[in-house]
């Protein structure tokens, strides 16, 4: 998983959108580049969200400040 250097400014604050959630390997690269560019998280967006695959309860133990939310689970 990459990121521009420039993508997000130290102390931003971002929504992370993904298209699905099913182990939450993606997701959480996501959170951990986002960490090390300097901003924070404040909420995870799912489109999709596998209903069955350990996505959302492994996303919770380890980051269980960010609040996901999922439109479709299927």
Do not use: C, Q, Y
Not at 14 to 32: H, M, S
């Amino acid at each position: 998983l990459e990121m521009h250097v420039d993508a997000v400014s130290k102390g931003s604050k971002v929504l992370l959108i993904d298209d699905v959630l099913a182990t939450g390997g993606t997701i959480g690269a996501a959170i951990e580049l986002i960490h090390r560019a300097g901003a924070e998280v404040t909420h995870v967006l799912a489109l999709l969200e596998i209903d069955g695959l350990p996505g959302r309860s492994t996303l919770n133990v380890k980051f269980p400040n960010i609040p996901i939310t999922s439109l479709v689970v299927s």
